[in-house]
């Protein structure tokens, strides 16, 4: 096998796109390497070999060691790699992207920076969340309200659904357990959320802090975008997983999580949606070129010396 110093980068063209890979995998208490392009998760139970390729965010839990090899071919197929806490319910850390374009970066950067189209992008998020009532018009804190009444509407209805009694959303960040087992089933799900959209955004090559309904916060983006799947996905699985059983809820709730994002295709949805919320539905996830900027929006290829030849 070749050394890792040795191999060429992968061609946007090689790899598998984000859209199309599994959503995630939770590891904990084990020495995740590598052996030729697949990862291996070591723990007391055996070797467990896992295709890279495939992987749309790793999700590294307490207990795990990663060579340097590991992160090195996660790094080449554009894997997101996420450090999180106990049961995965915080965020420490993340890795790098699979786009080598700037196109939607630019795009999100151009619709932030105006306050009229920021706005009309959190419109258009509300819209996508609550697709029954038109955001049009609506101020932000209209916005704000809508969202908690429809959050609680949710928890009821979810409640009802499944006949898992229901009180208040309770969250505790430095006790996990001091929720009861919906709570609990929520935090887990939530936080596996924003694990999978930071993935994505980042494997989009979006800025995780220019968020348009979230803001002052480095993930404010991630925030936006896990959002737009809470009451369809997130909060839907945590109740049928606390009606199965109240044991081991925070595990299972990923297993379930992960199971309903790959039947439904999330990951798709969640590229789809981000391109249309930033009005940019052209495929740059092949390009792989450095431009230069110059006056006029007029752009050069890098990599040469222009000198005085050039005139506008």
């Known amino acids: ?40 998760a070591t723990d007391a ?24 090899q590991a992160m090195s071919v996660l790094g080449e197929t554009g894997a997101g790699v996420i450090w999180v806490g106990e049961r995965g319910v915080r965020f420490y850390a993340g890795g790098r992207g699979l786009t080598r374009s700037s196109a939607l970066v630019e795009a999100q950067a151009m619709a932030w920076a105006n306050r009229r189209t920021r706005l009309k992008v959190a419109r258009d998020m509300y819209r996508m969340r609550f697709p029954g009532d038109d955001p049009s018009g609506r101020t932000r804190q209209e916005l704000l309200s809508m969202e908690g009444r429809r959050l609680k509407e949710c928890y009821r209805r979810e409640s009802a659904r499944t006949g898992v009694p229901w009180r208040r959303r309770e969250y505790s960040p430095d006790d996990f357990t001091a929720g009861d087992a919906p709570n609990q089933a929520i935090t887990a799900a939530a936080q596996c959320m924003y694990g999978i959209a930071h993935s994505v955004v980042a494997a989009l090559g979006c800025s995780p802090g220019l968020g348009f309904i979230h803001s002052g916060h480095e993930r404010s983006f991630v925030l936006d975008i896990a959002d737009l799947y ?3 996905v997130a909060i839907p699985v945590a109740f049928d997983t606390v009606a ?10 990923r297993r379930n999580l ?17 391109k249309e919320l930033l009005d940019h539905t052209e495929d740059d996830d092949l390009n792989d070129q450095v431009l230069l900027e110059t006056d006029g929006d007029i752009r050069l290829d890098s990599g040469r010396n222009y000198g005085d030849e050039l005139s506008w």
């Open 230 to 232: 809470k009451t369809d």
């Open 1 to 40: 096998m070749s050394t890792v110093g040795k191999r060429g980068a992968s061609s946007p063209r090689e790899l598998t796109r984000i859209k199309d890979r599994l959503s995630f995998i939770y590891l904990e208490r084990c020495v995740v390497h590598r052996e030729d392009n697949a990862i291996t």
């Open 258 to 274: 992960r199971d309903r994002i790959n039947s439904t295709r999330l990951l798709d949805r969640c590229v789809n949606d981000i």
């Open 244 to 253: 199965e059983s109240e044991i081991d809820v925070a595990t299972r709730t």
């Open 45 to 68: 139970d055996g070797i467990t070999h896992i295709p890279s390729a495939t992987i749309g965010t790793l999700l590294l839990g307490p207990g795990t060691k990663v060579t340097h």
